[in-house]
């Protein structure tokens, strides 16, 4: 079974800086693009930045220069800085990994998955 297990989370004051990491486990062959969303309270998920095992990386508008994304590709691993954080960045942030895994009889299956989500509070 593919797992991508979120860790990081928590409550800050506005101007803060916090550390999100998605760590992949199971039997995989190879992790395309990494990335994290969020989805605000009563708001729809939506992406705040994407990175492919190359290292291309992708913003949203609202957290360029503010937000960076990085991957331990040797420890399956994505990591979500961030940095002067405002009230506005306060969702649940979940990861995301586009990847193919080993199936039966080591069939290469591809796949989208999704980490459990983890509460980032920024207070004001």
């Known amino acids: 079974q593919v797992q991508l297990v979120e860790s990081g989370g928590g409550l800050v004051q506005a101007g803060g800086s916090l550390r999100l990491s998605c760590a992949v486990s199971g039997s995989i062959f190879s992790i395309n693009s990494m990335g994290w969303y969020r989805q605000p309270p009563g708001k729809q998920r939506e992406l705040v930045a994407t990175i492919t095992s190359g290292g291309s990386t992708n913003y949203a508008d609202s957290v360029k220069g503010r937000f960076t994304i990085s991957r331990d590709n040797a420890k399956n691993t994505v990591y979500l800085e961030m940095n002067s954080l405002k009230f506005e960045d306060t969702a649940v942030y979940y990861c995301?990994?586009?990847?193919?895994?080993?199936?039966?009889?080591?069939?290469?299956?591809?796949?989208?998955?999704w980490g459990q989500g983890t509460q980032v509070t920024v207070s004001s």
């Open positions: 995301n990994a586009d990847l193919v895994r080993v199936g039966t009889w080591s069939r290469p299956i591809p796949g989208n998955y």
